[in-house]
């Protein structure tokens, strides 16, 4: 008997359930969509540089109606994705927006045309609609947790500048092996001597820290296919490690195809990558990165121009979402490394962040990467000041619920983090800082930070993220509990986490 009332108040529940979905998407259909007219890209730009100016981030569900039905109808390809209670352990949600959207659209539910892919493991699905009233519909419903789509906020001669900015910094960054402090050395270290210095890196190699048995992701754009160590070099010039690489990169991102190599001949366009694992896990020889001994895992996540930028084109955000997943399926790697950014907060790649951290990954990524920094200043601040780019501003720091991921920067060299500046190519909260004497950037000073980690680590394997944090607070300019608003808990000192026995 008893099992009959759960089964009629199951029945019951569910028909009240049908019934409401039924009364909402009728009431849905019955607006009227058709006096929106298509705004000109500058005036939906100039709208949403200042949602940027105003909230600091942006997302395209922050948009009203005619402003997103705007970015759609401008996109190149209509495209959404569309995404549900992360927290749901049910099909309710899902199956609510896949009733609705199938439903608007006046197709089958199971129409792969429509329903490109469905995460269960992100909590999303990407659709291919035609409707406006499709989108603007299925913004409404309340099982709709966020929405993204795919227009390229930037116009042709602002990514070239871009890119002109972008190649002109990697040509000034060609000689990798070059040390720039020949006194700071175990063997001449790395692309960023001073800043290795700065930081007593060496002292942790005299005391033996390597990195050894530590696995770092490291997310970027294509590898220099000529490296020797890190593209046809295999395992990374260094047998006592790991070195693996691969591509959740596509273009378009849509296609069925496979993806894209995680190399390539360009070594310009490549340097970029090449130097951020370069930083974190170059082997011992004529240069050394911070954890030299440290297994990496490479995953390509962004076309070749102008690589460390997210927001367009699509596939790029859809690349970084995916090689986010993929880490975050590898139970091996243990640090995830990412200078890449953008302006936008994408639903998808906020989703596959989260899926890293509560699968125990310890994430840095840089809070203003070069060249978007000039970008954010022309566009929408004068000054990029504390602008943090996305996925950066997910930070511990920033007050969000992403608690082991970390924001990182650069600042000129000082005495004081209480006087610190934000070096010239370096912007953004953070959560910890890299000290430049000369140059420097947000990217490099986020590898070196996740070397600096993977080094702690390796060396008390027994720990766990919240231990190796304190660690790294504790050998730094302030501590857990006294964070600089902009410059967090500062610059890592390598000999005082040696002097001080691990702290």
């Excluded at 990412?338 to 302006?343: A, E, H, K």
């Excluded at 790649?349 to 899926?355: E, K, Q």
């Excluded at 006087?419 to 370096?426: E, F, H, L, N, Y």
């Excluded at 000290?435 to 590898?447: M, N, P, Q």
Aim: hydrophobic fraction near 40%; charged fraction near 20%.
């Amino acid at each position: 008997m008893k099992n009959k009332h759960l089964l009629f108040v199951s029945v019951l529940f569910l028909l009240i359930q049908s019934c409401q979905h039924s009364e909402e998407f009728s009431t849905l259909e019955t607006n009227d969509y058709k006096h929106i007219e298509t705004m000109p890209k500058a005036q939906l730009n100039a709208a949403i540089f200042d949602l940027l100016k105003k909230q600091g981030a942006m997302e395209w569900n922050d948009l009203n109606d005619e402003q997103l039905a705007s970015a759609f109808l401008l996109a190149d390809e209509k495209l959404i994705t569309v995404a549900w209670d992360y927290e749901s352990r049910t099909n309710m949600e899902k199956e609510a927006i896949i009733n609705f959207i199938a439903q608007s659209e006046g197709k089958e539910t199971n129409d792969k045309e429509v329903f490109i892919e469905i995460n269960d493991k992100l909590k999303l699905m990407d659709v291919r609609i035609e409707k406006v009233e499709t989108l603007l519909g299925v913004r409404q419903l309340s099982e709709t947790a966020g929405i993204d789509v795919y227009y390229n906020i930037f116009t042709e001669e602002e990514l070239e500048k871009l890119a002109r900015k972008y190649e002109s910094f990697l040509k000034e960054q060609e000689n990798l092996n070059a040390p720039r402090n020949s006194d700071c050395a175990f063997g001449n270290i790395q692309p960023s001597s001073d800043a290795a210095c700065n930081h007593e890196i060496p002292a942790a190699w005299a005391a033996r820290l390597s990195g050894d048995g530590i696995k770092v992701g490291v997310i970027d754009g294509a590898l220099n296919s000529s490296n020797s160590v890190f593209g046809s070099g295999g395992n990374g010039g260094n047998s006592a490690r790991t070195f693996q690489r691969e591509s959740r990169y596509k273009s378009p991102w849509w296609y069925w195809g496979s993806y894209a190599s995680p190399l390539s001949g360009n070594s310009l366009i490549n340097g970029h990558g090449t130097q951020m694992m370069q930083i974190i896990g170059n082997p011992p020889g004529s240069s050394a990165g911070a954890a030299y001994d440290a297994d990496l895992y490479f995953v390509r996540s962004t076309g070749l121009l102008v690589s460390v930028l997210i927001d367009a084109p699509a596939e790029n955000t859809v690349g970084v979402r995916r090689a986010f997943e993929r880490l975050a399926s590898r139970s091996d790697v243990k640090i995830i490394s990412m200078s890449q950014g953008g302006l936008i907060t994408w639903s998808g790649v906020r989703n596959a962040v989260r899926l890293c951290n509560d699968n125990g990954k310890m994430i840095f990524m840089a809070g203003g990467t070069f060249p978007l920094g000039e970008l954010v200043a022309d566009l929408i601040f004068g000054d990029p000041g504390n602008f943090t780019l996305f996925p950066a501003s997910l930070s511990f720091n920033g007050g969000s619920d992403f608690s082991y991921v970390f924001s990182a920067t650069g600042i000129e060299g000082t005495s004081s983090i209480e006087d610190a500046s934000w070096c010239t190519q370096c912007f953004g909260r953070a959560d910890f800082v890299v000290e430049f004497t000369s140059g420097g950037s947000s990217s490099e000073s986020t590898a070196l930070t996740a070397g600096m980690a993977a080094l702690i680590w390796a060396n008390e394997p027994h720990l766990n993220r919240a231990e190796v944090l304190t660690k790294m607070a504790a050998a730094s300019d302030r501590f857990l509990t006294n964070p600089h608003p902009d410059f967090g808990y500062g610059r890592i000192n390598m000999q005082q986490y040696v002097d001080n026995e691990g702290l």
